[in-house]
């Protein structure tokens, strides 16, 4: 059965920098489409960024500042998030969806990791 598990979460100060990690089991992880999305508190969950093939797209709030990634052999993708804000502060989940592109909205995606939180205060 397809299973998400994330992890790299914590606190930081603004502008600093972390590494989100997302182990995908095999099931999920070939030539599915795969994005990272965040759920600030009392907000609805919305789409960072997605990938599929090299293929990335990002959210305009995140753009030029985080970085979405896989290693295809270890079945993981990872987000590298630099130049933090408080405003990411979220409870960060990565999904795929089982087809061979992406599209953006998060009721498109339908495995879901647990999420882990992101915290950005100084």
């Known amino acids: 059965k397809g299973r998400m598990v994330e992890s790299g979460g914590g606190s930081v100060q603004p502008g600093g920098s972390l590494r989100l990690s997302c182990a995908a089991s095999?099931?999920?992880?070939?030539?599915?489409?795969m994005g990272w999305f965040r759920q600030p508190p009392g907000k609805e969950r919305e789409t960072v960024a997605t990938?599929?093939?090299?293929?990335?797209e990002y959210s305009a709030s995140v753009k030029g500042r985080f970085t979405i990634s896989q290693d295809n052999a270890l079945n993981k993708i990872y987000l590298q998030m630099d130049n933090l804000k408080p405003e990411d502060t979220a409870m960060y989940y990565c999904?795929?969806?089982?087809?061979?592109?992406?599209?953006?909205?998060?009721?498109?995606?339908?495995?879901w990791g647990q999420g882990t939180q992101v915290t950005v205060s100084s």
């Open positions: 990938i599929h093939r090299s293929s990335t």
């Open positions: 095999e099931y999920v992880y070939d030539n599915y489409c």
């Open positions: 999904a795929t969806v089982r087809l061979p592109y992406c599209l953006w909205g998060p009721t498109h995606f339908e495995i």
